[in-house]
């Protein structure tokens, strides 16, 4: 983030930051109380609301010499709303708290809440941010708090798929992973480390794999499509489908069998069947639905749920390692 | 925080990490799906919810000399519960997003996950942590996000304050303040950095203010009872009497007057009248009551609203900066 010769947060007072940000961030169409007073209140109209929480740190989540600041708010946004997709809700508002270094420019605090208004526009018109906090760190860091409606619909969990199902995905897998791969290979220094110009050269001959990593597009509104449809498990394909089918199989008390050449289907152009099975921050959602359902929005079908227990591709048992750990891999970087 | 042969968090797993503090935190009696899923769903009975966030980044908000991971747990939740007791609502539920070095002893974070429980067992008996995020970072790093439940009333805003309104604070005034600086001027080395010996001492001679800087008890409860009782505007006093009675003076189109005789006895032992109205990090509450109103539960009478704008002490204009802004005032230290 640059700050040739711009106000920094440590030139402007608390007020002034926000003032200066408010008027970007997406508006929500829940609110009652609004930012500005100690709390703000939203409508839950059905008597209940959804609520998840993700942080993303400068090192182990992002590196500057990728992301831009619009980016970072983009993602910030995409990947909360995607957790309150995957209980089949609506999302209807977010807080954010950021800290940021004495040093940032106001105008990269602006470009943040430009991403979070595009994000929340494109993936879930309405949802918009409520309230929120300003901190100084080292470490530029996001803590997002996302909120959904049911809309008198039973939440979907990880625990109900059943034998019989059909286990399907929305979003292409391993595009994420893809990029992520591209980036750590092409857009580092000769040290390894990442590198501004060289990234320049990379998003430019891989934009799709390198878009799907640094400003995700997860499939908002297939989620409270897949929960009317009668989806019996859903959840956010955050750490690998491998990874994330275990813990559907383990809650739910079953055996999750998937069908190579329908991941292949399934997979983004391009990326291998490993790839497609263990790479994290697709963002799409994995889901489980009755035999005979009519598959809704872009979910596509990749295998089928069996009795037993833990992941099998085509019938055998499948248990590498896959998805992503901060405190396993997390080598203090911070370009 | 000490991490003499303990296991750390970068030798665990996030999910065993989890594992470790989740049967520590204190439970929701709002949960319908409680922590596990991709999101936790609460309860809104009367069909609202109150939601505020707040961020406690090691360094400008906290020292590790002086604060234990007990106490910071016990802050981290007291603050946000004052926020969501200033709307007038109830605290129902928080999720907690931690980043930590990954140099971390678990047995840290079960310390924190401790202070969490003891702070909404002592403050807001059924209040419970829904859910949360863990990440590494190098600043230790807390992101609580707190809901409350309106119960049926209207929020209390703080623009509702009217002419002729009684002005009245529930907890003592200035000795958080006092505790800040007893511990920059004493609980430091020969190099003004904050340490944990002389800490002791300190702590042991000045109990209370120490106490209430590092383990604030915000008077949670009388935020409803203030509601109740018909207050007209209210909000947490935690940048300082002076900077927030002049917020609700603005909100409200009013002028407030304070009276210093009712200041001195709404002050903390020994607390002198200017680090009352300029103390930060009371967690107090203020209010507006309407004229004839019988203070509920530890409101006492400062001061009164007038026709008018700006905040008055003893009829004269009081305009001394007051309060604490991170972005002025940090001075990058992280002892």
Redesign the interface.
Same mark, same amino acid.
């Given at each position: 983030m640059g700050n040739s010769g711009s106000t920094t947060?440590?030139d402007?007072?608390?007020r002034e930051?926000l003032r200066r940000i408010f008027p970007r961030l997406p508006q929500s169409r829940a609110t009652?109380?609004g930012p500005? *007073?100690?709390? /703000?209140?939203? =409508?839950? &109209? @059905?008597?209940?609301?959804?609520?998840?929480?993700?942080?993303?740190?400068h090192? &182990?989540?992002f590196r500057l010499a990728w992301s831009s600041p619009f980016d970072l708010g983009w993602k910030a946004a995409a990947t909360n709303l995607s *957790?309150?997709a /995957?209980?089949g809700?609506v999302p209807t %508002?977010l807080?954010?708290?950021? %800290?940021a270094p004495?040093t940032t420019p106001l105008t990269d605090l602006e470009a943040i809440a430009d991403g979070f208004r595009a994000a929340c526009d494109a993936l879930a018109p309405g949802c918009g941010v409520?309230?929120? *906090?300003?901190?100084?760190? =080292? =470490?530029l860091?996001f =803590?997002v708090?996302?909120?959904?409606d049911?809309e008198g619909r039973a &939440?979907v969990?990880?625990s109900g798929a059943r034998p019989g199902d059909v286990v399907a995905v929305s979003g292409r897998l391993g595009a994420a992973a893809a990029g992520l791969r591209l980036l750590f290979a092409e857009a580092v220094d000769a040290s390894g480390e990442p590198d501004a110009s060289r990234f320049a050269a990379v998003a430019a001959a891989h934009p799709a794999e390198v878009a799907a990593q640094l400003r995700p597009e997860p499939p908002v509104a297939d989620g409270p499509l897949a929960a009317a449809a009668g989806a019996t498990a859903?959840? @956010?394909l955050s750490d690998g489908l491998a990874l994330d089918a275990r813990r559907v199989a383990e /809650?739910s008390g079953v055996a999750i069998d998937l069908d190579p050449s329908l991941l292949h289907a399934a997979a983004a152009p391009g990326v291998d069947l490993r790839t497609a099975l263990t790479g994290g921050e697709d963002h799409g959602l994995l889901a489980a639905f009755p035999p005979d359902t009519v598959l809704p929005g872009g979910f596509r079908p990749v295998g089928i749920v069996r009795e037993g227990a833990g992941l099998l591709v085509d019938g055998a048992v499948f248990d590498e390692r896959g998805g992503w750990? &901060?405190?396993?891999e997390?080598d203090?970087g911070r370009g």
């Amino acid at each position: 983030m640059g700050n040739s010769g711009s106000t920094t947060i440590q030139d402007a007072s608390e007020r002034e930051a926000l003032r200066r940000i408010f008027p970007r961030l997406p508006q929500s169409r829940a609110t009652i109380v609004g930012p500005g *007073d100690d709390a /703000a209140v939203l =409508a839950a &109209p @059905d008597g209940r609301y959804v609520v998840t929480t993700d942080m993303m740190v400068h090192g &182990p989540d992002f590196r500057l010499a990728w992301s831009s600041p619009f980016d970072l708010g983009w993602k910030a946004a995409a990947t909360n709303l995607s *957790d309150v997709a /995957a209980m089949g809700a609506v999302p209807t %508002a977010l807080v954010v708290a950021i %800290a940021a270094p004495p040093t940032t420019p106001l105008t990269d605090l602006e470009a943040i809440a430009d991403g979070f208004r595009a994000a929340c526009d494109a993936l879930a018109p309405g949802c918009g941010v409520v309230g929120g *906090d300003l901190s100084v760190s =080292a =470490a530029l860091t996001f =803590a997002v708090t996302a909120f959904g409606d049911l809309e008198g619909r039973a &939440p979907v969990l990880r625990s109900g798929a059943r034998p019989g199902d059909v286990v399907a995905v929305s979003g292409r897998l391993g595009a994420a992973a893809a990029g992520l791969r591209l980036l750590f290979a092409e857009a580092v220094d000769a040290s390894g480390e990442p590198d501004a110009s060289r990234f320049a050269a990379v998003a430019a001959a891989h934009p799709a794999e390198v878009a799907a990593q640094l400003r995700p597009e997860p499939p908002v509104a297939d989620g409270p499509l897949a929960a009317a449809a009668g989806a019996t498990a859903m959840l @956010d394909l955050s750490d690998g489908l491998a990874l994330d089918a275990r813990r559907v199989a383990e /809650a739910s008390g079953v055996a999750i069998d998937l069908d190579p050449s329908l991941l292949h289907a399934a997979a983004a152009p391009g990326v291998d069947l490993r790839t497609a099975l263990t790479g994290g921050e697709d963002h799409g959602l994995l889901a489980a639905f009755p035999p005979d359902t009519v598959l809704p929005g872009g979910f596509r079908p990749v295998g089928i749920v069996r009795e037993g227990a833990g992941l099998l591709v085509d019938g055998a048992v499948f248990d590498e390692r896959g998805g992503w750990d &901060p405190y396993l891999e997390w080598d203090g970087g911070r370009g």
